[in-house]
């Protein structure tokens, strides 16, 4: 007898989020997501360009990474406003990488840029299939905002020389500016009034042009457009006196050729050897791109009472990667700046993306000849104003006030970043992360508590005036215990019972305590044995069933020299008296 199963159309929909939301669409969503498309893609024009440029590749590599991977995206990602493509960070990462394995301008650099999208596209897939997306949480907050602050004065630093229209080299900050002050006596200054020009009007228009053009009678709508579109101004003028003024035989730098056509279709080496000089760094740019578009993604969601799947979005951009490596692009991952922009143009669904898409191919078929002119030092300008919003050191004064190990795991991530370049910063970060939680979870919040009169709750005897019974010490452990911190709770207890001989019973109250690993098992074993040899018994309250079903498999509880109360509140019943409250002076001094 055979068993036929049904196809369960949800688990398609799970992997195929395109199939929920298509399933909806409509004529109106269909102008909210055109008319965001045309505000990306005229913003996403230069910024492509300019970020290929970053890279080290051919500015049309930039334009090709904008196409297939915004496709691939709009049909296996969750959020319905992430803006996917090059971006200024991963940029970054991708130089430092293949910078390492070939010379730039070469068809081997490129090759290898592509071969890393690929393999961070593989890593993403897996990660995403075997849900591993909790890897990012390893990554704390203020790591994550010190690297991308660090990241954006570097990105800045590498482009003052096409400013200044100068040769200058290397990874770190100071050699990007030891070796820029070195050359600076070959400064064209042609293309230093093209640069600061551009610099200053760029700025201007993020932040003047939309009051001012509000001032003037004009729509908040069309205001906002016209502040969007001030890089692609900037492209145009100075293309337009570059050519009227032929400023390439004047020695400014200008784009050049760029291939007019669609993405060619590519393949990544599958070389070992290739993969092995490239793995670390895929792994560090998947998980930053990641984190990245997550937080950018969550954040907008929440605005509009929607949701992302992580596990999801792992998908989502490891097909984008795969896309932009078969289609001559380089990594690829959520923009914040171009997705809040796709946001606040009414994009309703990822379709807005795909139209995005579109609209850069077009760009590419139609629009590349007209970039020849166009000067290095403005697509430089484009960058740095880009850029310099990310960094932002007030972390560095939050952090200083509100937590010490915080602050010195973002000012740690800062320096090393711009000390020892991209690649030592990341990893020094998730490496500082990691440590951070390991140091904060070794010192877990351990509190002596009483009883609140009137009550049956328990609360902190050094916050309240509780009652408590002398003979009896009731600790409250915030945290789970495992081998990192279970020595510090052993020692806290056997310090708070040291010569003091009134104490005849020890609780441990545990309603915050998720877990027990076998190494803090073993440690509340010999902590009975010890305390049972000094006459006093070891109790256990509150503890939480999935907690309960481990112990019940090992032999603490049948060796416990006390009782599991299921309350605190019943095991003061039990165990004692009621007495008056704990003067202050018999405190312990390490409870918080």
């Known amino acids: 007898m055979s068993v036929t199963r049904s196809f369960d159309p949800r688990k398609l929909r799970r992997y195929l989020p395109i199939l929920e939301w298509g399933s909806k669409y409509t004529p109106s969503t269909f102008a909210n997501d055109g008319i965001a ?3 990306v893609t005229i913003m996403l024009i230069p910024q492509s360009l300019a970020y290929a440029l970053l890279a080290g590749l051919p500015a049309q590599m930039g334009l090709y990474a904008s196409i297939l991977p915004l496709v691939a995206y709009a049909i296996f990602g969750t959020s319905r406003a992430l803006a996917v493509g090059p971006v200024a960070v991963v940029s970054l990462m991708t130089a430092a990488a293949v910078g390492n394995m070939a010379l730039q301008g070469t068809a081997e650099y490129a090759a290898a840029a592509i071969t890393l999208a690929f393999i961070s596209g593989v890593i993403l897939l897996v990660m995403g299939f075997f849900r591993l997306g909790f890897f990012a949480n390893f990554l704390s907050h203020p790591v994550i905002a010190g690297f991308i602050t660090a990241s954006g004065i570097l990105i800045a630093a590498s482009q003052i020389k096409h400013i200044f229209g100068v040769s200058a080299s290397g990874e770190t900050l100071p050699e990007r500016l030891i070796s820029l002050a070195q050359h600076l006596g070959q400064t064209n200054f042609i293309t230093l009034i093209i640069g600061v020009a551009a610099t200053a009007f760029l700025f201007w ?13 004009v729509g908040p ?16 003028v100075t293309t337009l006196i570059s050519f009227a003024f032929s400023l390439n035989d004047h ?4 784009v050049g050729e760029v291939p007019r056509g669609l993405p060619p279709l590519t393949l990544p080496h599958f070389s070992p050897e290739i993969w092995s000089q490239l793995f670390g760094s895929a792994i560090l740019i998947s998980i930053i791109g990641f984190v990245e578009s997550v937080s950018v993604a969550q954040t907008l969601a929440a605005k509009k009472r929607q949701r992302i799947v992580p596990d999801q979005e792992l998908i989502g951009l490891g097909a984008s990667n795969i896309a932009a490596a078969i289609s001559g692009g380089y990594p690829v991952t959520g923009g914040f700046a171009r997705s809040v922009v796709n946001f606040d143009a009414g994009a309703e669904t990822p379709a807005a993306g795909a139209f995005t898409a579109v609209g850069i191919a077009l760009a590419a078929l139609f629009l590349t000849p007209l970039l020849y002119f166009l000067p290095i030092a403005t697509l430089a300008a484009t960058i740095i104003v880009a850029v310099l919003s990310l960094v932002d050191f007030k972390i560095l004064k939050t952090t200083w006030g509100y937590s010490k190990a915080d602050f010195a795991a973002v000012l740690a991530t800062i320096l090393l970043t711009l000390w020892f370049g991209v690649e030592t910063g990341v990893s020094s970060g998730v490496i500082l992360s990691i440590a951070l939680h390991l140091y904060k979870t070794s010192r877990p919040h351990v509190a002596e508590v009483g009883l ?5 709750h328990f609360r902190n005897i050094n916050r309240h005036d509780v009652l408590t019974v002398p003979e009896m010490v009731t600790i409250r452990v915030d945290e789970s215990l495992y081998f990192a911190n279970a020595r510090f709770l052993e020692d806290y ?18 309603p915050a305590v998720n877990d027990v690993d076998s190494s803090a098992l073993e440690t509340l074993e010999e902590l009975n044995r010890r305390l049972n040899d000094a006459g006093i018994k070891l109790h256990l309250s509150e503890v939480k069933g999935p907690v309960m079903d481990r112990l019940q498999k090992s032999h603490l509880l049948q060796d416990l020299s006390g009782q599991v109360f299921l309350s605190q509140f019943a095991a003061m019943k039990a165990l004692g008296d009621v007495t008056k409250p704990v003067p202050p002076e018999t405190q312990s001094d390490t409870a918080a």
């Open 37 to 39: 498309a045309i505000i």
């Open 251 to 254: 020695g400014v730098k200008i």
């Open 221 to 236: 709508r069309m205001a906002d457009i016209a502040t969007k579109a001030g890089p692609v101004a900037a492209v145009v």
């Open 452 to 456: 609140v009169p009137g009550s049956e």
């Open 205 to 217: 228009v993020r932040k003047g042009l939309k009051p001012l053009l509000i001032s003037k009678g």
């Open 493 to 510: 207890i056997l310090d708070r019972i040291a010569d003091n001989p009134v104490i005849k019973h020890v609780v441990l109250m545990c």
